[in-house]
């Protein structure tokens, strides 16, 4: 009696189980459609209008949510969901967990029962939406609890004698939490859970109720009488279409299925039975079992089941087996014995101990399962009739009879009375009411015993739903109708589809006409079933009768036919897309290339009857890559004649151009300069510079540097490297060029050599002039000045002799004297001017104090003299050259500055002198002495030059002029 509860109880979880998956599968449909949807078209403006179509397809949803990010910003309906809109589902930790997960696993997953925002109780459906890969949102739809109830026909009161229970496990507590109303434990002993896929909840199906074997046998006897009646009843009805064989087939199996398991409770004991132990040994097997099994029982006890059918052992079989022991568990598995051509159905009970199973031989009724799924009309209609709403009518008695179905369709149950036909007539639509009461009672009189009609009923959610209603008229000998049995199909979802596919086909029909593409369907030799308007245009055909049943393979240029008919072969035979690059001269003459995608179209049946081509004008694109070539041929050229080398790095230093004299420079092959570096054409501080300049390029813009360029073969050559930052292919890239200095350097070199040949030169010059002019100086003042001091000394005396009354003589004698005077103050001037005996007898600072003086008396310019540091002898060529330049620089003040006051400092430090001349005159333009021939300021910088010092002069309109020399005093 256990065993036979526990089997009710599974058979009912089963048929809520296959209920609650069709849910499933209509919320999965919704999401799905609707996410595809925008990962196509994007956000929809019609928001409202798609999710109508949505909700009248699919008849267990009650909203339609679109979720941008984590927020709700659309729902439809509106009514009653208000609350909803702008709700962040994410930042909402009570109910966003399985946003969460379905994000995560990147599927469909459903979220429930949880509180809804808007009140209520329900489960949230959610697709996760991805865009380039990057999350953009959720499509959802909503089922509340009552309707998820309803449609699987769930009683929480236990009216149908079993009671359910809805549990999920509560993330916190990890304890299992129940929803429905009534009792919240219950003995799991006598419940079956049915757990659901991508979901997080499970439902209990259980029963209290006590069966015994009386009733068990009562049932039996009920399923067998059923099935004479469904035997009677398909008598009746053998001429139903055959468009409904599908329906009819899954309740027909039902029944046959319920027949069957009822018989194996009663009579299992003469079925194939076998015993094994918990290591897979035989134990016991009855005579049917080897008959069966093909056995010998009492040669297999002790041996292992898998051993002794190692090679023919049932893959399903033996999963199963490993499944009720491992759960204990209750299995049933149906195998088939391929090598003898029998089918067994196999009933697995697991204990402790062992696995016990009942076989029995089912070949038969599997034949005959597959002869009533091939066989006459007969069959079909029955199959049909018990999965939909079947009901009886006596017209003798009046007496009425509907399935649970039918009742379900009145809002009612199986306990309750069969609507009347007068409740029939009048939930029927206003305006097939008329129509099909008319249709009924002429199949009545007129003698004919089928009568089908179509129309709308409003079932008991008041809305109306199309119904498609098949009825048999029993007559007596005399045709007098006796009885009408029936069956009702909700066709509503099927009217719906049509509608739904009529608009998808107008709307693809549009897309079609519209779509500036070529799009067409061809035969295997290009002929023509079918093209757009752009396609037209493109081959330009006036209209698709010019191509109708006619090939396109004329307007191909010679070349591309044989590609085309390797194309259209794949996909006829080999049924694999392709892409094809082809150029055409269109009905009218015009050239074009054109760029098709190929790919098979099949039927029904899965046959390959068309290829769908989508083609494109790519002549532009063609034109401009042409374009793009011989630009890049005429740049090659230009960056080949390049005298020097010219190359193009990425930012991350990869060598992407070059021209060819850098393989010639380098002795690189192309292949090898692809896998060098730049650091690799440089050895020691070079790999430094180029580094740095690399990184300066980029930020700053452009970089210049000198370094050897080292060949494979190591040769150093000195380049000159310029580069400046690029976009290339729209990325940061370093364009430069490097030119041999080789020559230039070896140029520079001899300047230099020259110039510290002039150096010399000049040195050398001013050495031997300040010589000349000691030399000069010397034999003035030992010659002629002792001459002329002696002359005066002879003219004093000639003057002393003479007689005082000789005025006229004495006063020539005067005259005489103040000339030797004024001519020995020349000589004294002259004698100053090419080398003061000062600077060689009393030093540098008592020169420059008595060069100031004169030159104070001669201008009256104030110049003030300043020293700092302590007062070092300096040698004799520093002395003069600074000397020197004093004497220079107060020529040019007194001569052209215009100045109020003068300064002078020298500042002695341990390893150099610095000597500064500063006025307040007028300053000029420093440009100006680039044309002018000024040899005292250049004679300046050449004295410095000439030891090793550094001369600079700082002077502009109206500030005055500075010259600063800094001269080493080793």
Request: glycine share 6%.
């Amino acid at each position: 009696m256990k065993e036979a509860r526990q089997k009710e109880i599974s058979k009912q979880a089963s048929w809520t189980k296959e209920r609650l998956q069709t849910i499933i599968s209509y919320s999965f449909s919704s999401t799905q459609t609707l996410a595809l949807f925008v990962e196509r078209y994007g956000e929809p403006q019609d928001f409202d209008s798609v999710a109508k179509q949505l909700l009248s397809a699919n008849k267990y949803i009650d909203a339609v949510e679109l979720v941008k990010g984590g927020v709700i910003t659309h729902i439809y309906p509106m009514q009653g969901n208000e609350p909803a809109l702008g709700h962040n589902i994410l930042l909402d930790s009570a109910r966003r967990s399985g946003a969460i997960v379905a994000m995560q696993k990147k599927d469909f997953f459903i979220s429930g029962p949880i509180n809804l925002v808007q009140g209520g109780v329900g489960f949230i459906s959610r697709i996760p939406i991805f865009k380039d890969d990057q999350f953009w949102g959720f499509s959802a739809v909503l089922i509340k609890l009552s309707t998820l109830m309803h449609a699987a026909s769930i009683d929480t009161a236990g009216g149908n004698n079993f009671s359910y229970q809805l549990a999920k496990i509560n993330t916190h507590t990890r304890q299992e939490e129940y929803f429905f109303p009534g009792k919240n434990t219950f003995s799991k002993e006598y419940s079956v859970p049915v757990e659901l896929p991508n979901g997080e909840w499970k439902l209990y199906v259980y029963s209290d109720k006590t069966f015994n074997y009386s009733s068990v046998l009562f049932i039996g006897l009920l399923g067998l009488a059923l099935s004479v009646m469904a035997g009677l009843f398909a008598w009746f009805t053998a001429s139903q279409p055959s468009r409904l064989k599908q329906l009819v087939e899954e309740k027909t199996t039902l029944l046959q299925q319920s027949e069957k398991n009822y018989r194996l409770t009663l009579n299992r004991i003469t079925d194939a039975f076998v015993a094994l132990d918990i290591n897979w040994c035989y134990t016991y097997m009855n005579a049917k079992a080897g008959e069966l099994m093909d056995r010998d029982p009492q040669q297999v006890i002790g041996k292992n089941i898998w051993e002794d059918f190692k090679h023919a052992a049932d893959p399903k079989f033996y999963a199963a087996c490993l499944q009720a022991m491992e759960q204990q568990q209750y299995m049933y598995v149906e195998t088939r014995y391929e090598k003898r051509g029998r089918w067994v159905e196999n009933h697995l009970y697991p204990s402790p101990e062992g696995l016990s199973f009942f076989s029995r031989d089912i070949t038969g009724r599997k034949k005959a399962e597959d002869a009533l799924r091939h066989s006459n009309e007969r069959f079909e209609l029955i199959s049909r009739a018990t999965n939909d709403a079947l009901w009886e009518w006596n017209m003798e008695t009046g007496e009425l009879w509907g399935n649970d179905t039918h009742q379900q369709l009145f809002g009612l149950t199986k306990n309750d009375p069969v609507p009347a036909e007068s409740e029939w007539v009048e939930r029927m639509h206003p305006e097939d009411r008329a129509a099909v009461v008319a249709q009924q009672e002429q199949s009545l009189a007129s003698g004919e015993n089928v009568f089908i009609t179509e129309y709308r009923l409003r079932l008991h959610d008041n809305t109306y739903h199309y119904i498609y209603d098949r009825c048999y008229i029993v007559r007596d000998e005399k045709g007098k109708p006796l009885r009408m049995l029936g069956s009702m199909m909700d066709i509503s979802e099927q009217k719906n589809a049509e509608k739904a596919l009529r608009e998808r086909e107008e709307h693809l029909r549009t897309i079609l006409e519209n779509e500036p593409e070529c799009i067409k369907q061809l035969g295997p030799n290009g002929e023509v079933y079918d093209i757009n308007p752009a396609g037209l245009t493109i081959v330009e055909a006036d209209n698709i009768d010019v191509l109708k049943n006619k090939s396109l393979v004329g307007i191909l240029l010679p070349e591309y036919v044989a590609p085309w008919k390797e194309l259209a072969r794949r996909v006829f035979e080999d049924g694999e897309p392709g892409t094809f690059e082809y150029e055409i001269m269109g009905l009218k003459g015009t050239h074009r290339y054109m760029e098709m995608h190929a790919v098979p179209l099949k039927n029904a049946e899965g046959k390959i009857v068309s290829l769908l081509g989508v083609s494109r004008d790519v002549t532009q694109r063609k034109k401009a890559e042409e374009q793009i070539r011989k630009e890049k041929d005429l740049s090659d050229s230009i960056i080949n004649s390049l005298p020097g080398i010219f190359y193009l790095f990425d930012a991350d230093r990869k060598l992407l151009r070059w021209n060819r004299n850098f393989e010639i420079v380098s002795e690189y092959s192309a292949e090898e300069i692809t896998k060098v570096k730049p650091i690799d054409f440089y050895e020691g501080e070079g790999r430094k510079l180029v580094q740095e300049n690399f990184s300066r390029v980029m930020l700053d813009g452009q970089s210049e540097f000198e370094s050897d360029f080292v060949t494979r073969t190591g040769k150093k050559i000195p380049y000159l490297f310029t580069g400046i930052r690029v976009e290339y292919e729209g990325a940061p890239c370093l364009l430069g060029t490097g030119i041999d200095i080789t020559q230039r350097k070896r140029a520079a070199l001899e300047v230099e050599l020259m110039n510290e040949q002039l150096r010399q030169l000049t040195r050398h010059l001013q050495n031997i002039r300040e010589e000349e002019r000691k030399r000069i100086a010397r034999e003035i003042h030992d010659d002629l000045g002792q001459q002329l001091t002696a002359m005066k000394m002879g003219v004093v005396w000639i003057n002393k002799q003479m007689p005082t009354d000789n005025t006229a003589v004495k006063s020539r004698l005067d005259s005489i004297t103040a000339m030797l005077d004024a001519s020995h103050v020349s000589v004294r001037k002259i004698l100053n001017e090419l080398r003061t005996d000062i600077l060689d007898n009393y030093g540098l600072t008592e020169a420059l104090e008595w060069q100031g003086k004169q030159f104070t008396d001669t201008t009256d310019i104030p110049l003030s003299l300043h020293y700092s540091g302590d007062v070092l002898n300096v040698s004799d060529a520093v002395a003069t050259c600074i000397f020197r330049i004093f004497q220079e620089a107060l020529n040019n003040i007194s001569k052209y500055a215009a100045a109020r006051n003068a300064v002078c400092t020298v500042q002695y430090d341990e390893d150099q002198i610095t000597f500064t001349v500063k006025d307040d005159g007028v300053g000029f333009d420093v440009e100006l002495l680039k044309q002018k021939k000024s040899f005292g300021i250049l004679g300046m910088k050449e004295r410095v030059a000439a030891l090793n010092g550094q001369f600079s002069l700082v002077t502009s309109p109206g500030n005055g002029t500075s010259i600063t020399v800094h001269i080493p005093l080793q």
